[in-house]
C-alpha cells in the first residue's frame, strides 16, 4: 500500500495550521468586531474565550487526528460509536465555507489587479499630497465596489481564479504543496503586516483608530455606534468569531493532525496556533481601523464595506504612494484567504484519498481533488452571480421573502450563516460532549503524551472540556442562532 505522507517538519506543520487560521476572519472580521462590542472588553473576553475552548478544542482535534491517522470522517468513526457521523458534518462546512470564501478571495484578487492599474494611472508624476482619488488618478472603494456587483461575469472569474490557486496547491499534497507554500507564504504574510501597521499607525488621525479599539466606551461616546451591546452579545460574537478564525468545529485540526509525526508537542503547537492566530487578528485590527478612522471616518465598519470599501478609500486617498500598498494590502489578504482555503479543500480531499488508499486503489489525489474543486465552483459561482443579493435568485428571492434577515438576504450570507453561524459551533459542542463524556480526556492525554512528551496543562484541560468548553460553547451558539435569525 501506499505511504500516507505527512508534514516534512514540525515548523511547516505549524505555518500550516496557522496559515488554515489566519484567513479573512482575522482580516477582515476581527476588526470591526472587536471595535463594535467594546473594544478592549471585546479582546478581554476572546483571550478568556481563547484559553478556556478555543485551546481545548485545537487540543482535542489535534489529537483525535494524530491518534486516528486519518481525515475527519474515519477520525470520527474510529473513535466514537454515537458521534460517527460527526465528520460528515465536517465535510459538508468545509464545502459551505469554501462557496462564500472563494468569493471573497475572488474579490481580493481583483482589488490587488484594481491598484496595479492606479499604479500606473497615478503614476509616479502625479501630486503627491492630492487628497482626492480624483486628483490622484485612484479608483475609490464605492467606485470599486459597485463595478464589481454591477460585474458579476468579472466577480465569478476573479471566484475561480482563487478556486484554481487552491486547487493546485492542495494537488501538490500535503508536505509538498500544502507546507511549502504556507512555510514561505507566513512568514511573508506578517512581514507584510507590519508593514501595513507602521503605514496606518503613522497616518495624521489615526490616534481615533487605537482609542476606538482600546477605551471602552469611546465608539458609543463619538457615535461611531448607536449603543454598546451586552456583555452576553459580546461573549457570543467573541466566541463565533474565535471558533471561526480558529478553523475548529468542522474537521479541519483533525485532518491536519492526522498528518503529524508523533513525535511532535502537541499541547505546545495547540498553543502556538491559537496565540499566533490571536495576535495576527489583533495586529490586522491595528492596520485596519487606524487606517480607516485616518482616511475615511465616515466610511463603513462592519461587513464587506470594510475591506471593500472602507480599505479601498484608505489607499486611494493616500497619494500616488497609496496603491503600492493598496497591492501589498490585498495580496497579503489574497494569501491569507488561500493558507485558509487550502485547509477547507484538504479536509474534503484528504477523506477519499486515504478511502482510496485503504482500499489499495493508491493514492488518486489528483482525481478527488479534482472533483471536490468542481463542486466547490458551483457554490462559488453562484455567490459571485447572485452580487451581494442585487440578482432575483438570493435566498430571499426564492423563499418569497420581502424583508429577510441577513441569512436570506444573498447567497454569501446564507453560507455563512449556516457554517460559521451555526454547524462550527455545533461541531464543536458535540465534539467536547464526546471527549468529555463518551471517549473520555484520557483518550487525548495518551495522545498528547506519546514519544515523551508531557500533558502540563492536563488538571486544566480535563476540567474545561468536561464543564467550562461545553457551557461556552452552548452560549455561543444560542448567541449566535439569536443574532442570526432573530
Ligand atoms: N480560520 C479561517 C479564517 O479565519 C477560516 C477557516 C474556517 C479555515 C474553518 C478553515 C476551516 O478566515
Same mark, same amino acid.
Given at each position: 500500500?501506499?505511504?500516507?505522507?505527512?508534514?516534512?517538519?514540525?515548523?511547516?506543520?505549524?505555518?500550516?495550521?496557522?496559515?488554515?487560521?489566519?484567513?479573512?476572519?482575522?482580516?477582515?472580521?476581527?476588526?470591526?468586531?472587536?471595535?463594535?462590542?467594546?473594544?478592549?472588553?471585546?479582546?478581554?473576553?476572546?483571550?478568556?474565550?481563547?484559553?478556556?475552548?478555543?485551546?481545548?478544542?485545537?487540543?482535542s482535534e489535534?489529537a483525535m487526528g494524530?491518534k486516528?491517522?486519518?481525515?475527519?470522517?474515519?477520525a470520527?468513526?474510529?473513535v466514537?460509536?454515537?458521534?460517527?457521523?460527526?465528520?460528515?458534518?465536517?465535510?459538508?462546512?468545509?464545502?459551505?465555507?469554501?462557496?462564500?470564501?472563494?468569493?471573497?478571495?475572488?474579490?481580493?484578487?481583483?482589488?490587488?489587479?484594481?491598484?496595479?492599474?492606479?499604479?500606473?494611472?497615478?503614476?509616479?508624476?502625479?501630486?503627491?499630497?492630492?487628497?482626492?482619488?480624483?486628483?490622484?488618478?485612484?479608483?475609490?472603494?464605492?467606485?470599486?465596489?459597485?463595478?464589481?456587483?454591477?460585474? #458579476?461575469?468579472?466577480?465569478?472569474?476573479?471566484?475561480?481564479?482563487?478556486?484554481?490557486?487552491?486547487?493546485?496547491?492542495?494537488?501538490?499534497?500535503?508536505?509538498?504543496?500544502?507546507?511549502?507554500?504556507?512555510?514561505?507564504?507566513?512568514?511573508?504574510?506578517?512581514?507584510?503586516?507590519?508593514?501595513?501597521?507602521?503605514?496606518?499607525?503613522?497616518?495624521?488621525?489615526?490616534?481615533?483608530?487605537?482609542?476606538?479599539?482600546?477605551?471602552?466606551?469611546?465608539?458609543?461616546?463619538?457615535?461611531?455606534?448607536?449603543?454598546?451591546?451586552?456583555?452576553?452579545?459580546?461573549?457570543?460574537?467573541?466566541?463565533?468569531?474565535?471558533?471561526?478564525?480558529?478553523?475548529?468545529?468542522?474537521?479541519?485540526?483533525i485532518?491536519?493532525?492526522?498528518?503529524?509525526?508523533?513525535?511532535?508537542?502537541?499541547?505546545?503547537?495547540?498553543?502556538?496556533?491559537?496565540?499566533?492566530?490571536?495576535?495576527?487578528?489583533?495586529?490586522?485590527?491595528?492596520?485596519?481601523?487606524?487606517?480607516?478612522?485616518?482616511?475615511?471616518?465616515?466610511?463603513?465598519?462592519?461587513?464587506?464595506?470594510?475591506?471593500?470599501?472602507?480599505?479601498?478609500?484608505?489607499?486611494?486617498?493616500?497619494?500616488?504612494?497609496?496603491?503600492?500598498?493598496?497591492?501589498?494590502?490585498?495580496?497579503?489578504?489574497?494569501?491569507?484567504?488561500?493558507?485558509?482555503?487550502?485547509?477547507?479543500?484538504?479536509?474534503?480531499?484528504?477523506?477519499?484519498?486515504?478511502?482510496?488508499?485503504?482500499?489499495?486503489?493508491?493514492?488518486?489525489?489528483?482525481?478527488?481533488?479534482?472533483?471536490?474543486?468542481?463542486?466547490?465552483?458551483?457554490?462559488?459561482?453562484?455567490?459571485?452571480?447572485?452580487?451581494?443579493?442585487?440578482?432575483?435568485?438570493?435566498?430571499?428571492?426564492?423563499?418569497?421573502?420581502?424583508?429577510?434577515?441577513?441569512?436570506?438576504?444573498?447567497?454569501?450570507?446564507?453560507?455563512?450563516?449556516?457554517?460559521?453561524?451555526?454547524?462550527? #459551533?455545533?461541531?464543536?459542542?458535540?465534539?467536547?460532549?464526546?471527549?468529555?463524556?463518551?471517549?473520555?480526556?484520557?483518550?487525548?492525554?495518551?495522545?498528547?503524551?506519546?514519544?515523551?512528551?508531557?500533558?502540563?496543562?492536563?488538571?486544566?484541560?480535563?476540567?474545561?472540556?468536561?464543564?467550562?468548553?461545553?457551557?461556552?460553547?452552548?452560549?455561543?451558539?444560542?448567541?449566535?442562532?439569536?443574532?442570526?435569525?432573530?
Amino acid at each position: 500500500m501506499e505511504e500516507r505522507k505527512g508534514f516534512g517538519s514540525n515548523f511547516g506543520f505549524l505555518m500550516a495550521a496557522v496559515g488554515s487560521a489566519v484567513g479573512l476572519g482575522n482580516i477582515w472580521g476581527f476588526p470591526y468586531k472587536m471595535g463594535a462590542n467594546g473594544g478592549f472588553t471585546f479582546l478581554l473576553v476572546y483571550i478568556f474565550l481563547g484559553v478556556t475552548c478555543g485551546f481545548i478544542v485545537m487540543i482535542s482535534e489535534l489529537a483525535m487526528g494524530r491518534k486516528t491517522g486519518k481525515g475527519a470522517v474515519e477520525a470520527y468513526k474510529i473513535v466514537s460509536k454515537k458521534f460517527k457521523w460527526m465528520g460528515w458534518l465536517g465535510i459538508a462546512s468545509a464545502f459551505f465555507i469554501l462557496f462564500f470564501y472563494c468569493a471573497l478571495g475572488g474579490y481580493c484578487i481583483k482589488y490587488v489587479v484594481l491598484n496595479v492599474g492606479d499604479l500606473f494611472n497615478a503614476g509616479f508624476g502625479s501630486n503627491v499630497f492630492a487628497e482626492t482619488a480624483a486628483a490622484n488618478g485612484t479608483s475609490t472603494g464605492a467606485e470599486a465596489w459597485s463595478a464589481l456587483i454591477a460585474n #458579476p461575469t468579472e466577480a465569478i472569474i476573479y471566484g475561480l481564479i482563487f478556486v484554481a490557486l487552491t486547487m493546485l496547491i492542495v494537488l501538490g499534497g500535503v508536505g509538498g504543496g500544502i507546507e511549502k507554500v504556507c512555510s514561505i507564504g507566513m512568514p511573508a504574510l506578517f512581514v507584510a503586516l507590519m508593514i501595513c501597521i507602521v503605514r496606518s499607525c503613522t497616518l495624521p488621525g489615526a490616534v481615533d483608530g487605537l482609542k476606538y479599539m482600546f477605551i471602552p466606551g469611546w465608539a458609543v461616546a463619538n457615535g461611531v455606534i448607536e449603543k454598546s451591546p451586552n456583555l452576553f452579545q459580546v461573549f457570543a460574537t467573541a466566541g463565533g468569531q474565535m471558533f471561526f478564525s480558529l478553523s475548529l468545529g468542522m474537521g479541519a485540526m483533525i485532518t491536519y493532525g492526522s498528518y503529524l509525526d508523533k513525535k511532535e508537542n502537541i499541547q505546545k503547537n495547540g498553543l502556538l496556533i491559537v496565540i499566533m492566530d490571536s495576535i495576527v487578528a489583533f495586529m490586522a485590527a491595528l492596520c485596519v481601523l487606524p487606517g480607516r478612522f485616518a482616511l475615511d471616518p465616515n466610511g463603513d465598519l462592519g461587513g464587506p464595506g470594510l475591506l471593500f470599501v472602507t480599505m479601498q478609500n484608505v489607499f486611494s486617498r493616500m497619494g500616488s504612494i497609496g496603491p503600492l500598498f493598496g497591492i501589498l494590502f490585498y495580496l497579503l489578504v489574497v494569501f491569507a484567504a488561500v493558507s485558509s482555503s487550502i485547509s477547507l479543500l484538504e479536509v474534503i480531499v484528504a477523506h477519499f484519498v486515504d478511502k482510496a488508499r485503504d482500499a489499495g486503489k493508491g493514492d488518486k489525489r489528483k482525481a478527488y481533488t479534482l472533483i471536490a474543486t468542481a463542486a466547490v465552483s458551483l457554490g462559488c459561482v453562484l455567490v459571485c452571480a447572485d452580487a451581494m443579493g442585487t440578482s432575483n435568485f438570493s435566498p430571499a428571492d426564492l423563499l418569497g421573502i420581502t424583508e429577510p434577515k441577513a441569512w436570506a438576504a444573498d447567497w454569501l450570507d446564507f453560507w455563512d450563516c449556516i457554517s460559521e453561524g451555526i454547524m462550527m #459551533p455545533l461541531g464543536a459542542l458535540l465534539m467536547t460532549f464526546m471527549v468529555a463524556y463518551e471517549i473520555g480526556p484520557e483518550f487525548v492525554k495518551n495522545e498528547v503524551e506519546q514519544c515523551g512528551n508531557k500533558f502540563s496543562m492536563y488538571k486544566f484541560y480535563r476540567f474545561c472540556i468536561k464543564y467550562v468548553t461545553p457551557l461556552g460553547l452552548l452560549l455561543v451558539l444560542y448567541g449566535q442562532i439569536k443574532s442570526f435569525f432573530f
